[in-house]
């Protein structure tokens, strides 16, 4: 297999954008307990807005970026405000609907291509920029999780009614949640758009929902670092798994069912992985190690 | 008024092969309160099932449509075993189920691309291609065939669910699993009993689908469709389902003949948005109350 630079540098970047979509729905289903099937609608917002600003506005790359992630969470304004008083399956199923009737939208708008898709996008998405963006977004999130609001989109996600008594907009704290998501989502399709150069409704139909709710499972819920780790495995693996081609989804498909019966609460299951936990590891394997050293000296005597 | 009965009449017909379709979601829901994505899976299976019955081992079609039908309530009860049986036991929260379904669905779409290819296949023709002619209608015997049997199965599952034991105790486990299981009904014989009924209609739909249109393994993207007339018609509700269904398979037709069929899919979920904002539990979806 080659496995030359360019070709892991892509594969990389593209782990490092879908990231970004990743960690707001681990936000939104993690913490907030909020189940959604359209967040790829929100990443093809977010890619189109930036696509229109950069080729049609003549704005910079940045900025259209940022423009693209406003517009997103502005369309989860909207979205939530008609759809996040549902429950359970029924916000599942309706964000489902918003997400494939976008799709259909898009399909059918002829301005940004249609179906055919969008070509020409300046390519301005490189390695640097994606791990910046990454990092950041990683920290915002960290913060986000640990603040006032955090706290209250947890206490939802465990007793909505009680979080309710004693005091917490359940409406307004699942909504900040759902805009911050879309906000990411928007982020992420930005990033890809001008990392393809091509934009195609057909990239952001149910099936990205559908993978981007499977790797935040897949992670852990309730964990940022389950995110950040379940997006570079599960990207990468099919990636490096492409000479098998169509059996690649298949063995897919058998992992996801598998981790659902054997492993529900993902690979790192609501833990989190800080510098500060990595450092205590060390020192625990090394005060071990030299106790061993210890043992081993006492008993050579 | 002859283009709009003609339509009425196309859109009665696929509505009818959405409610066969749509009635698995619902049973499946109705007891065990997910979604059942792998659903559209079974369906395309099913269609597969007929093709290769009726083209490779040329038995006739009756045989073939329902030899189908109960291969694929054989796939859908291995499906229940495998993939929800394991969550059930560990009374997991409704998104296992889902995300599980999502990976069966995954799964059942790309084993097909991978062994049998991604080709769209056409059906012999069984019925001929010569419609009949009422006035200046003219209704095409696949589209009478695909109406005729639709009715027959619904009706036969509708006796089965209100007028035998086996019904009510069906109509028990949805009401209360738990409660039933008490009153001496075996809940898991019951679960086996709804995913392989709901196979059985998946897969005869499949076949009525196939026939009409073609076969290829992303034709669970369409069956979202009944889906969609499952949720309109109250997820959870037979009859509402049915009524979901055909109501969808209408609108549909008509929007399609009278505006463009480029919008038929987004009017189905726009419809399915306006359904869940005015009224979540659908036409005659049952409500519940946040337990606490």
Request: charged share 10%; proline share 3%; hydrophobic share 55%.
């Amino acid at each position: 297999m080659d496995l030359s630079w360019y070709y892991l540098k892509g594969i990389l970047m593209f782990a490092g954008i879908n990231m970004i979509p990743v960690l707001g729905l681990a936000l939104l289903t993690g913490f907030t307990g909020l189940f959604s099937f359209g967040n790829a609608a929100f990443m093809s917002i977010g890619g189109y807005t930036t696509a229109f600003m950069m080729i049609n506005l003549g704005v910079p790359f940045i900025p259209s970026l940022l423009m693209g992630g406003i517009i997103a969470s502005l369309g989860a304004l909207v979205i939530g405000k008609c759809t996040l008083k549902l429950k359970g399956d029924y916000f599942c199923i309706a964000t489902l609907g918003f997400g494939e009737a976008l799709r259909l939208i898009l399909d059918n708008f002829q301005y940004f291509g249609g179906a055919r898709g969008w070509a020409g996008i300046p390519l301005k998405t490189n390695l640097t920029t994606v791990i910046v963006i990454d990092i950041i977004a990683v920290i915002i999130m960290a913060n986000i999780v640990r603040s006032r609001h955090g706290r209250n989109m947890i206490a939802v996600r465990e007793e909505e009614l009680a979080s309710q008594v004693i005091g917490i907009n359940v409406f307004k704290t699942k909504m900040l949640s759902f805009v911050i998501s879309a906000f990411y989502g928007g982020i992420g399709g930005g990033l890809l758009a001008s990392y393809l150069g091509f934009l195609q409704p057909k990239m952001f139909a149910l099936t990205k929902s559908t993978e981007l709710i499977i790797i935040v499972i897949f992670g852990g819920l309730g964990s940022i670092s389950g995110g950040v780790i379940g997006s570079l495995v599960l990207i990468i693996l099919p990636e490096l798994l492409r000479s098998f081609a169509n059996w690649r989804l298949v063995i897919y498909g058998v992992v996801v069912v598998f981790i659902m019966i054997a492993r529900p609460e993902g690979l790192i299951g609501g833990k989190e992985i800080t510098f500060k936990g990595i450092y205590n590891l060390f020192k625990k394997i090394a005060k071990k190690n030299k106790k061993d050293l210890d043992t081993t000296r006492e008993g050579g005597r | 008024m002859t283009n709009f009965l003609q339509q009425l009449i196309n859109g009665l017909s696929i509505g009818s092969v959405y409610a066969l379709m749509a009635v698995g979601y619902s049973l499946v829901y109705s007891i065990m309160n997910f979604s059942n994505f792998a659903h559209g899976g079974v369906i395309m299976f099913g269609a597969y099932f007929g093709y290769f019955f009726i083209t490779l081992y040329k038995l006739p079609f009756p045989v073939a449509f329902i030899a189908s039908g109960l291969c694929a309530g054989i796939l859908a009860v291995v499906i229940q075993r495998i993939a929800y049986k394991p969550l059930m036991d560990r009374k997991a929260p409704f998104l296992y189920f889902i995300i599980s379904a999502m990976g069966v669905s995954i799964f059942l779409e790309n084993i097909v691309v991978a062994t049998i290819g991604p080709t769209f296949r056409t059906y012999p023709a069984i019925f001929s291609e010569i419609p009949i002619k009422i006035g200046a209608l003219n209704i095409g015997r696949i589209d009478l065939m695909m109406f005729v049997i639709s009715a027959i199965c619904l009706g036969f599952l509708i006796y089965l669910i209100d007028f035998t034991k086996i019904g009510k105790a069906i109509q028990a486990t949805a009401y209360n699993m738990k409660a039933s299981t008490l009153m001496g009904i075996n809940a898991d014989r019951i679960i086996i009993i709804v995913f392989a009924v709901g196979g059985i209609l998946a897969g005869l739909a499949g076949v009525l689908f196939g026939m009409k249109y073609t076969v290829y393994p992303q034709i669970g993207n369409i069956t979202i469709k009944s889906f969609i007339a499952a949720v309109f018609g109250g997820l959870g509700s037979i009859k509402g389902a049915v009524i979901g269904s055909i109501l969808l398979g209408v609108i549909e037709t008509l929007a399609s003949g009278y505006f463009s069929s480029q919008y038929r899919d987004l009017i189905a979920f726009a419809l399915l948005i306006f359904i869940l904002i005015v009224r979540p539990v659908g036409l005659m979806g049952k409500v519940t109350e946040d337990k606490a």
